[in-house]
């Protein structure tokens, strides 16, 4: 799967990573639903590292679908709400 992270790069993710960037995600979700500022805020760095430390980096250049677009790391609680769906910002 092709993650993008906004104003940032793509990585191409191994289907092995899926279950704990889904577990960060969760941890996303439920901050954004409770309204908790440093929660979000944790949960948010969490899930960008973790994409930039399993991931590989594509290539500028590289002419590829996301699959997935993350926020910003400077993205705030309200603009991330705005585009969580029922998954999270993470299929599955």
Not at 69 to 83: K, Q
Request: negative net charge; glycine residues 4%.
């Amino acid at each position: 799967m092709i993650v993008r992270i906004s104003h940032d790069d793509q990585y191409e993710i191994a289907d092995t990573e899926f279950e704990h960037l889904n577990e960060l995600d969760d941890a996303l979700q439920a901050a954004v639903d409770a309204g908790d500022e440093a929660a979000f805020r944790e949960a948010l760095t969490a899930l960008l590292d973790r994409v930039r430390e399993v991931g590989t980096k594509l290539p500028v250049d590289a002419l590829v679908s996301s699959d997935v677009v993350l926020p910003a790391e400077d993205a705030d609680l309200a603009e991330v709400a705005e585009t969580l769906n029922e998954e999270g910002l993470i299929p599955g």
